[in-house]
Structures are given as structure tokens and as C-alpha cells.
């Protein structure tokens, strides 16, 4: 499958997904989205996955997402499915009675019964053919972070500055994964974001190159950048996410 494939816009993720055709509505979609890519960021450090098997992970979720309805598959199953698949992928593999364990204590705070084990073997195992057949067996994912982190060693000379735009930019790309911009664009066009407005949380300026815009190094033009950082910024303003009230 050729990689054009897996990017579409904004409208057709959010208007003609299978899940939408099944009836389920975009709130209820973005809500799972949500769910299961928070529930895959969690287990993969339970895991001691690094950052980028855990993001193949996430992006192989979406992507399997974009080709099957929610309303026949459960996304915890599936989620479970990609992060057996993204460690074998990313050189990080997991045994599948490891990754069902951790994800079964995440999920109900016990460790499963071994009979319940086995019966998630069979299906997360049965199930693995599945995910990998909807996906066309495409299973390389590039992502954001290397082109981020490779721009600013580079460009920023003051290495307090780029440590922190680094660091900046790597937060900001953990939490894209929460919403479709996987889906939208590019990595390298994320990655522009994420250095855009990690500066700017940092309070760093950046390198000016004479009159060239220095994000065209990453191929994503004014209007898409302010797109992908948008939705970056709306990314914790979603109203199915309900603010926590400390008290004094």
C-alpha cells in the first residue's frame, strides 16, 4: 500500500470514517480515539516499550481505524492486537501473555485468571491476522520525533535553547497522537508544528535562515502549519474531557 494512502482530510476522517457510517457520531469517535490511544501510552511504559514502538503502536491502531468500524471491533482488543505487533516491529518484542497481563491490570486492576490468558491468546493471536491484513501488511511508520530533534540539534546553537525546544517539541508530538493529525499529515509536517510551538511554550526563538520560513525545510506550507498547530492546541480542549477540581 502505497504511503499516500493513509492521509486523508480532516473532512473525510471526520465525516465518512466506518465507524460514522455505523452511526456512531464524532464526538463518540474522538472520545475513543482518545481512549485507546491514552490506554496505548500507558501500557507500553508498563511494558518498558521506548516512545517509538509505543507510537507505532498508536498509529497502527488509527490507521487500522480508518479501514473498520468500532461498532464491530472492540478497541481495547485491537489496541492490545497493535501493541503486540508495534513491539515486533520496533525491535521491542513482548511475549502475548506479557502484553495481555500488563493490559489486563490497566484495564480491571487484577491479573487475569488463566483461563481468561488464554482465551485473550487465541484472540489477540487470531486477531493479529486480522489487523495486519486490514492494513495491508504496511507496517513501517515513520514518525515525527527524529526529524524534529535532528533540525533542532542542527539549528539551535545554544544547547540550554535546544534542549528545551527538544524537549518542547517531543511533548507536543506524544500528545498529536491523541488526535488524527497521524492521519492529516506528514510526520515532517507534524514535526514543524511540534518546533513551533515547542519554542514558543519555551520562549525560544528560532534561527531565521535570511527571508526563508525556516518550517519549509519540512515541506508543510504557512496554512498547514497553523492547521496541525490548532489542532495540537485543541487537542486537551475537547469537550468529552472534563477538568479535574483540586480543593484546598
Known amino acids: 500500500m502505497r504511503e499516500r494512502s493513509w492521509y486523508n482530510t480532516r473532512e473525510e476522517i471526520e465525516v465518512k470514517s466506518p465507524s460514522r457510517l455505523d452511526g456512531i457520531d464524532l464526538k463518540q469517535e474522538s472520545f475513543q480515539r482518545w481512549s485507546y490511544s491514552t490506554f496505548l501510552q500507558e501500557l507500553g511504559k508498563t511494558l518498558n516499550n521506548h516512545q517509538k514502538s509505543i507510537a507505532t503502536s498508536i498509529v497502527l491502531c488509527q490507521r487500522f481505524f480508518t479501514r473498520q468500524s468500532l461498532v464491530k ?3 481495547k482488543i485491537i489496541s492490545i492486537i497493535c501493541m503486540f505487533i508495534a513491539g515486533k516491529v520496533e525491535g521491542s518484542p513482548r511475549p502475548v501473555g ?18 481468561v490468558c488464554e482465551r485473550l491468546k487465541g484472540t489477540v493471536l487470531t486477531g493479529e491476522k486480522f489487523v495486519m491484513s486490514t492494513l495491508r501488511f504496511d507496517l513501517e511508520i515513520e514518525h515525527p520525533y527524529e526529524p524534529a530533534l535532528e533540525w533542532v540539534r542542527r539549528s539551535v546553537k545554544v544547547e540550554m535553547d535546544a534542549r528545551k525546544v527538544s524537549q518542547g517539541a517531543w511533548n507536543f508530538i506524544n500528545d498529536s497522537l491523541r488526535s488524527s493529525l497521524c492521519l492529516q499529515f506528514r510526520p515532517r509536517q507534524i514535526a514543524a508544528a511540534a518546533i513551533y510551538l515547542g519554542s ?4 525560544v526563538k528560532l534561527p531565521c535562515d535570511g527571508e ?6 519540512f515541506g508543510v506550507t504557512k496554512r498547514q502549519l497553523i492547521d496541525i498547530c490548532n489542532q495540537m492546541l485543541g487537542i486537551f480542549q475537547q469537550d468529552f474531557l472534563v477538568p479535574v477540581i483540586h480543593k484546598d
Open 98 to 115: 506479557d502484553v495481555i497481563s500488563k493490559a489486563y491490570w490497566l484495564l480491571h486492576g487484577k491479573e487475569p485468571s488463566t483461563e
Open 200 to 203: 514558543g511554550i519555551m520562549k
Open 73 to 75: 471491533n472492540d478497541p
Open 212 to 217: 526563508k520560513d525556516w518550517w519549509l525545510e
